[in-house]
């Protein structure tokens, strides 16, 4: 084992103590390991105390120019997922993408410097993060979404389960990954809340849905509860846990039926937009969430569009109050 794979595993071992969540400890592993590679086959370099600012700005330059998936971890890994077959293999690598990986190797290296005191100059000091371009996230019109919402076959399990699925994304805010680990349990009808158990940050809080969702959720669980057993509240028709995935291509087919481009994130983003376009306020929106902070939630959700701030500003224009 060489020494950076040894302060890599440290460093996950440190980052499992922080209950981090599986998506963020894989993502920090699959960089800092493509990283290593990199620095061991450019560069000869496999202990973590000879890094310079100079390596770190020379993968930036490669990740720009080598293409995506051109490049594993593990080579045996391309017998078995043939990247060569993908539609985007060798398209350019987004900045988005790159900025991740940066951020993740930040990470490291400053716990190296800070934490464990294993380097006496941190390189990622000087090492400005890539700038991304900033896309407005679309904000789908009720037309839009009644169109999308029209495509799922209730009269089917799946459908049903499906449409019901996308609706209390829409009503709630809550992450696809937290609605599908939801039990019946979790509901709480009298006061119209929704205790998540499994958030992405490890911070258990409460999401709230509407008086039409209260008689929409009803009606699915008397229903599902006719064809399943599952301790789950959208189960498979097996009464597994349904898949992420499963949802995300269910949903992206049911825009591309009505030629509207959709995914579960943007669910969770419209209820964002529309909460404040309602004059919800930023801060109890913060807690609906999850987020850490309400800079975040500003950070996250603060592009609107000249339509709809315009919109906003004949509610609130102060001659249309004051009487003068």
Not at 26 to 39: D, M, N, P, V
Request: aromatic share 14%.
């Amino acid at each position: 084992m060489t020494d950076f794979e040894f302060q890599l595993d440290n460093f996950m071992l440190y980052c499992s103590s922080k209950n981090l969540s599986r998506k963020t400890l894989a993502s920090y592993e699959q960089t800092l390991k493509l990283f290593g590679k990199y620095l061991s086959e450019q560069f000869q370099i496999e202990d973590v105390k000879k890094v310079q600012s100079g390596h770190l700005r020379q993968y930036i330059k490669y990740l720009k120019e080598r293409g995506k998936y051109t490049v594993v971890n593990k080579e045996q890994s391309k017998n078995v997922n043939h990247p060569e077959n993908r539609s985007d293999f060798k398209k350019e690598v987004s900045m988005t993408t790159i900025a991740n990986y940066v951020r993740n190797i930040k990470v490291f290296f400053n716990y190296l410097y800070d934490v464990e005191k294993e380097i006496s100059k941190n390189p990622v000091d000087n090492i400005e993060n890539p700038k991304v371009e900033r896309k407005m996230k679309k904000t789908l019109t009720a037309e839009e979404l009644k169109k999308v919402f029209g495509q799922f076959d209730t009269s089917t399990f799946h459908g049903y389960r499906n449409y019901t699925i996308s609706r209390i994304l829409l009503d709630t805010g809550m992450r696809i990954g937290e609605c599908l680990t939801l039990q019946p349990e979790d509901f709480d009808f009298k006061h119209k809340s929704i205790h998540i158990r499994n958030p992405k940050n490890n911070q258990e809080r409460f999401v709230y849905f509407s008086f039409k969702s209260f008689n929409e959720i009803k009606q699915w669980i008397r229903y599902k509860d006719r064809y399943s057993d599952s301790p789950f509240l959208f189960p498979t028709t097996r009464g597994t846990q349904l898949e992420i995935r499963n949802y995300e291509r269910a949903l992206k087919e049911a825009g591309e039926r009505v030629g509207i481009a959709i995914h579960p994130h943007q669910l969770r983003n419209n209820f964002a937009k529309y909460y404040i376009l309602n004059n919800g306020d930023w801060f109890s929106l913060c807690r609906i969430l999850g987020h850490s902070s309400v800079e975040v939630t500003q950070k996250a959700y603060l592009d609107f569009s000249d339509e709809e701030i315009a919109r906003k500003y004949q509610k609130h224009s102060p001659l249309t109050y004051l009487e003068i």
